[in-house]
T-cell receptor
């Protein structure tokens, strides 16, 4: 069974540019989460999709960040325009919505560097 | 803020059991205790979870106190590949994970 995949693995962009990160969850996982770790800080929650609906977007830092999950499968996280403080590692995770198991499976992350 | 408290770092000799403690005195009745780890800069990896009974899987054992206010993750025979940051987290169903600083476990050869 394929795990959570993320693309790209690394992105370097200039301040003011736009970047789109993609996450493909494990097949059949309705829950999809985005997290990020900025340098030296703890991993922080960004938002949570259940299928194509945003269940919780309380962690989104500002309106420069836009997340979508059309069709309830893969998700994209767009940063426009990127700022220096957006640099960090962005993780995606997915989990089931039924039964008693809600462990989240994480992807390898996308390292974003804004220069 | 994270609802758990863990020591910032621990050492364990290779081949010995690693016992990682965690306090979660404000845990709610329906929240599970989960353990994840992050090896170097990889994505966090699920290890084990439990509600009130002790649990064991191929990776580790989880001991939860009767009052559920604390737990211990046990890696029975630590290897160098177990060097990682270990996170003890409590959450309910599909809630978001609130990561703390975790415990940095060093396995000594």
């Amino acid at each position: 069974e394929a795990g959570v995949t993320q693309f790209p693995s690394h992105s370097v962009i200039e301040k003011g540019q736009t970047v789109t990160l993609r996450c493909d969850p494990i097949s059949g996982h309705d829950n999809l989460y985005w997290y990020r770790r900025v340098m030296g800080k703890e991993i922080k929650f960004l938002l949570h999709f259940v299928k194509e609906s945003k269940q919780d977007e309380s962690g989104m830092p500002n309106n420069r960040f836009l997340a979508e999950r059309t069709g309830g499968t893969y998700s994209t996280l767009k940063v426009q325009p990127a700022e220096l403080e957006d640099s960090g590692v962005y993780f995606c995770a997915s989990s089931l919505t039924s039964g008693s198991r809600y462990e989240q499976y994480f992807g390898p992350g996308t390292r974003l560097t804004v220069t | 803020d994270a609802k758990t408290t863990q020591p910032p770092s621990m050492d364990c000799a290779e081949g010995r059991a690693a016992n990682l403690p965690c306090n979660h005195s404000t845990i709610s009745g329906n929240e599970y205790v989960y353990w994840y780890r992050q090896i170097h800069s990889q994505g966090p990896q699920y290890i084990i979870h439990g509600l009130k009974n002790n649990e064991t899987n191929e990776m580790a054992s989880l001991i939860i106190t009767e009052d559920r206010k604390s737990s211990t993750l046990i890696l029975p025979h630590a290897t160098l590949r177990d060097t990682a940051v270990y996170y003890c987290i409590v959450y309910y169903r599909d809630d978001k994970i609130i990561f703390g600083k975790g415990t940095r476990l060093h396995i000594l050869p």
